[in-house]
């Protein structure tokens, strides 16, 4: 599979969504970040905004919701049209309940972990999911540093999908630019959330095949992905 770019709209002009989806039009997902002031101290927007972005882009969204109770909430982001929806196992009552739930009213369904929430206590969780979000910065807003120290993690999980032969994605989201992109690769990283290397570029769209590009060949040098 070549690398996915999910560009997030956070770094976007939120007064011009609709132009600000068209203008990354290449990428494979749009990932927008819900934020509730409780789960991160931020706000930004909730199911109405994703009904009209649905409606206003071709492009699937790519939900990650970074609030609470998302056992209540999440089934909402499906009806409202996003394709994918990624909630966090640190606030979730039910995390396999959820998934099946995402799963069952057609949506992929997939779970985020902060920096400091470790990978092994949810191996037997994984083929109850489409993706798995390894948080590369901690949640709330854009424009930090990716953490370097995530890498190994980022490592770990690919080997336990490797080790179970599951199909899902995994997708790092936090400081992923063109300096910092190819070590996430290397890691086993599939899909990449980029939102201010995207929409800090003079051409957003530009940027997501450059991006692409790096990931694609630091991937093809990969030890994970010549595995296969
Ligand atoms: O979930 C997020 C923050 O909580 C964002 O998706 C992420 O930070 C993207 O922005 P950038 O690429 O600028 O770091
Ligand atoms: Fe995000």
Same mark, same amino acid.
């Given at each position: 599979m070549a690398a996915q770019i999910n560009p997030s709209i956070l770094s976007a002009d939120f007064a011009r969504l609709a132009e600000e989806a068209k203008a990354v039009q290449g990428a494979d997902w749009l990932h927008v970040d819900v934020m509730d002031?409780?789960?991160?101290?931020?706000?930004?927007l909730g199911v109405p905004v994703v009904e009209s972005l649905a409606r206003a882009t071709d492009t699937p969204l790519?939900?990650?919701?970074?609030?609470e109770d998302p056992d209540r909430w999440a089934p909402q982001y499906v009806e409202a049209g996003a394709s994918s929806v990624t909630f966090h196992v640190e606030a979730a009552a039910a995390p396999v309940r959820l998934a099946r739930e995402i799963r069952a009213k057609g949506a992929r369904a997939s779970m985020a972990l902060k920096p400091a929430t470790p990978i092994e206590p949810y191996e037997d969780l994984?083929?109850?999911?489409?993706?798995?979000?390894?948080?590369?910065?901690?949640?709330?807003?854009?424009?930090?540093a990716f953490l370097d120290i995530m890498l190994p993690k980022i490592r770990r999980t690919r080997e336990l999908i490797g080790k179970?032969?599951?199909? /899902?994605?995994? =997708?790092? #989201?936090?400081?992923?630019?063109?300096?910092?992109?190819?070590?996430?690769?290397?890691?086993?990283?599939?899909?990449?959330?980029?939102g201010s290397a995207v929409y800090g570029a003079q051409d957003p769209?530009?940027?997501?095949?450059? /991006?692409?590009? =790096?990931? #694609?060949?630091?991937t093809a040098a990969a030890s994970w992905a010549c595995d296969h």
């Open positions: 002031n409780h789960f991160v101290p931020n706000l930004t790519d939900c990650h919701l970074m609030i994984l083929p109850e999911l489409d993706m798995l979000l390894i948080m590369t910065v901690e949640p709330g807003f854009g424009g930090q179970h032969g599951l199909q /899902l994605w995994l =997708q790092v #989201d936090g400081g992923v630019s063109a300096s910092t992109i190819e070590r996430c690769a290397d890691a086993g990283a599939d899909v990449f959330v980029a769209a530009e940027a997501v095949r450059a /991006l692409r590009a =790096q990931a #694609d060949t630091a």
